[in-house]
């Protein structure tokens, strides 16, 4: 029997008849968090985001409650401004544009309700320029929700002021990292910002505190308010509170988004059951869990992962692929991440090496050019692998890949520099025999060639 | 291994440079004065209306509004939207050299645009990016990966990962995505978009 879904967030996308105007939304209790929001003091609702432990869903999974926390509301002199994180670029992940395309007034209630927690009257929407017509949805859900009164002067009679803009990226997957979406909305390229301050919420936009959040995060707050703190605290693990969007894609039989809560199911349940298994009944070869940057797992490892019982001592369980929870620190231990939650599943006719060689190109286009480690770094592994996918590799490749992608990481200003290089690491580590093969000039293992209909990686000369 | 294994090291003595490509559509227009169409200004106007803090915060969006009106960004359009929001014409010129969407040369007028990375790629996306180059007669790619068709009706390009990867291979025709795009349906797609 398959787990069952637990649709918060998705209760009503892709329901039959649900439409994304404002009306449909209110027939279906829409705006109702954020009167009962505006009856609370703003430091009540971040007390009770913190009691939800709710984690941010972009990516690097750091309390909400506690980003919230930076401020303090009794020595902050500045305006404090709120940016939604709607850059969903990482290569894996389609679930921040389910909701935006199909339930925009949920993150817009849950932004406002966020804005007036922080006290905050001013706020943007960071979405990513090919989402063209995301933007045009999200404009006119403002529009109606002007109309409505839920945004601009005196929201819902009360004393409280906000304005929310769009502002659209131009396709660099660098605006995901918050502060060089910072710097992109300050109108310059978007270079990340020397750390500390670690947090924008000490300094960010226009030299303000600024919280920058991820949509699926937003959106959750508006639960957190239905809920209750900890009432939603108590879905999902402890320290691994709430539901979670998932995104299948690659070999599998049915792809696609799924929401459950958190560590309900395990990796195998989620590839097998809720996905139907591997395409064309073939065997598991690897599992990215968390979106590109995450390390790979390999079918067949086994992870020593340490659990907490009732009683509060300490287990250590060595279990197997298919049995990782999806959960954040389930999968820390298991030495990857749970990341954005894009699950990209490889079946055994993979060539593991053009699969990297793929990945790599990724990164060597998106990297922004400001710390060498990773401006160079990125685009040698990318040469590497490359060469190595087309069987002209050299003898050393294998070491001289591992080794620019040991110098890459924690040597750059922000965390694409870790982004570009586990990747590597792990595909090389694991799969070492792969690359080693094809670094002796021998042929890939797979049936595919180049160019071929299974190429995942650009031919030599282009690009 | 030394390092001319890696890095090969090329003559400059018998260093061929490519000559500039000439791009159908651009040409004589460049650093004219615009001519700006009725409303544009207005447009602009609202939008750094969104930003009162700092007029430097529009000029992505001044840079999309230019693009989608004219189809590439223009040197006279980076002056121009450099004057609007009061700065100097290096400051929009660095932001489109560094962000992807912006086009310094005019593209197709149907852009088709590939989904590149891995589900996608899995899924067969580079044959079929292939094989629109081929439907569209385009050539091969430029240095930013951008193949045109001779007559400029169409333009087939990669783009990285468009968040669509459930129902890979994902294309953008213009703005609109199209997903599990198989040969067949890429033959309907091109029909509807000629």
Request: glycine letters at 10%; aromatic letters at 8%; charged letters at 25%.
């Amino acid at each position: 029997m398959p787990v069952a879904e637990r649709r918060i967030i998705f209760a009503n996308i892709d329901q039959p008849g649900y439409t994304i105007d404002i009306d449909c939304y209110l027939r279906h209790g829409g705006y109702k968090e954020l009167r009962k929001a505006l009856t609370m003091r703003g430091p009540d609702i971040v007390h009770e985001v913190k009691l939800s432990g709710l984690r941010g869903r972009g990516g690097a999974g750091f309390s909400c409650g506690t980003k919230w926390g930076f401020i303090d509301p009794t020595k902050n002199t500045k305006p404090v401004y709120l940016i939604c994180n709607a850059d969903e670029s990482e290569p894996g992940t389609f679930k921040d544009k389910q909701i935006i395309y199909k339930d925009p007034h949920q993150l817009l209630e849950g932004m406002i309700i966020a804005s007036y927690a922080n006290n905050v009257h001013l706020a943007y929407i960071y979405i990513r320029g090919e989402f063209t017509l995301g933007a045009k949805i999200l404009e006119k859900a403002i529009q109606e929700a002007k109309a409505k009164n839920f945004l601009g002067k005196s929201i819902c009679g009360t004393n409280y002021d906000l304005e929310i803009y769009i502002h659209r990226g131009a396709g660099a997957y660098i605006c995901g990292e918050e502060t060089g979406l910072i710097e992109s909305l300050e109108g310059k390229r978007a270079y990340p910002r020397i750390k500390p301050p670690y947090f924008p919420a000490v300094l960010g936009l226009y030299m303000c505190p600024t919280i920058v959040n991820n949509v699926e995060t937003l959106c959750n707050i508006k639960h957190i308010v239905a809920m209750g703190g900890a009432a939603y605290a108590k879905m999902g693990r402890p320290n691994n509170t709430g539901t979670r969007l998932l995104c299948v894609s690659g070999d599998v039989e049915k792809p696609g988004y799924f929401e459950f809560e958190v560590g309900a199911l395990t990796l195998g349940e989620l590839i097998n059951d809720i996905c139907g298994g591997v395409k064309g009944g073939r065997k598991l070869k690897a599992v990215i869990p968390g979106g590109s940057s995450a390390k790979v797992l390999k079918a067949g490892e086994r992870y020593k992962i340490k659990t907490k019982k009732p009683d509060g001592s300490m287990e250590e369980k060595e279990i197997g692929l298919e049995d990782i929870p999806l959960d954040f620190d389930t999968m820390a231990a298991a030495g990857s991440m749970a990341g954005s939650g894009g699950v990209i599943v490889m079946d055994e006719s993979r060539d593991m090496v053009e699969c990297l060689a793929n990945i790599a190109t990724f990164y060597a286009h998106e990297s922004c050019g400001q710390c060498t480690p990773c401006r160079e770094g990125s685009l040698w592994m990318k040469k590497i692998s490359d060469r190595l996918a087309h069987g002209r590799g050299h003898a050393g490749d294998v070491k001289l890949l591992e080794n620019v992608a040991d110098n890459i990481a924690g040597r750059t200003i922000c965390a694409f520099g870790e982004a570009c290089a586990w990747p590597v690491q792990s595909f090389v580590i694991k799969f070492r025999d792969e690359f080693e093969t094809r670094a002796l000039g021998q042929n890939s293992p797979s049936p595919s060639k180049p160019n071929s209909q299974n190429a995942t990686c650009p031919p030599a000369t282009s690009r | 291994m030394s390092a001319t294994n890696i890095n090969r090291v090329v003559n400059p003595a018998t260093q061929t440079i490519p000559p500039e490509k000439v791009y159908p559509g651009a040409g004589d227009s460049h650093h004219a004065p615009p001519t700006l169409p009725k409303g544009f200004e207005t447009q602009a106007d609202e939008l750094i209306t969104h930003y009162p803090v700092s007029k430097r915060s529009a000029s992505l969006p001044l840079l999309h509004l230019w693009q989608e009106t004219f189809g590439y960004i223009s040197p006279a359009g980076i002056d121009w939207i450099a004057a609007k929001l009061g700065l100097q014409p290096i400051n929009i010129l660095e932001l489109v050299t560094f962000y992807p969407m912006f086009r310094q040369h005019p593209a197709g007028k149907i852009q088709i645009k590939v989904c590149r990375t891995l589900s996608c790629a899995m899924a067969g996306s580079y044959e079929l990016c292939d094989y629109f180059r081929k439907k569209c007669k385009a050539g091969e790619p430029d240095g930013h990966g951008l193949a045109i068709s001779p007559d400029g009706k169409y333009s087939v390009e990669f783009v990285e990962c468009i968040a669509s990867c459930g129902t890979a291979p994902v294309i953008m025709i213009n703005d609109d995505f199209h997903e599990n795009v198989s040969k067949s349906r890429a033959d309907e797609l091109f029909l509807k978009y000629s």
